[in-house]
């Protein structure tokens, strides 16, 4: 899927069984207008594709890429080992080791190659998100209000919470 814009951020996972947790990445960039593109790059299962896409991001225009897999989570690591783009992690929860695997996967990359990396999941996607938006916003003072406003949401989401206790 791609917007009609030139895409900013590339969304890429390592399978379609990825979609459940990634659209919440999708989600969020649309949600702020953010033109990206989305698609299944398999680090293990189309290895070549996945280098090409790293090599040519940046001359592309992607200023993030989010990359969400599960299990032997390859992908964010070698694709942030072919691009100077910023890589935002996200550990999709696996089948056995519920998303540990997927986590220490991402995480543990040697020193001067980094993934940010993100929680395990639905939050972990779209805070992948919030984080490429930031990344943008830093020179997009429009995008920054859009983001400012977002939280302000949040605040008053949370000041308005009443327990049943106090009802
Ligand atoms: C990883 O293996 C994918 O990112 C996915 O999380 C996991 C399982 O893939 P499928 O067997 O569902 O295609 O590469």
Known sequence: MTDQAKALVGVIMGSSSDWDVMQNAVNILKQFNVP????VIS??????????????ARARGLRAIIAGAG??????????????VPVLG???????????????????????????????GEAGA?????TAVAILAAGDEALAAQLE???????????????PINE
């Open 126 to 130: 779209a805070n992948a998100a919030l």
């Open 149 to 163: 406003a977002f939280r302000a949401q949040q605040t008053a989401a949370a000041q308005a919470m009443v327990l």
């Open 90 to 120: 996200v550990p999709v929860p696996s089948k056995y080791l519920r998303g540990e695997d997927s986590l220490l996967s991402i995480v543990q990359m040697p020193k001067g190659v980094p993934v940010a990396t993100f929680a395990i």
């Open 43 to 56: 680090a293990h299962r189309m290895p070549d594709e996945m280098f090409t896409y790293a090599e040519t």
């Open 36 to 39: 990206f593109e989305a698609q």
């Open 71 to 84: 299990g032997a989570a390859h992908l964010p690591g070698m694709v942030a080992a072919k691009t100077i």
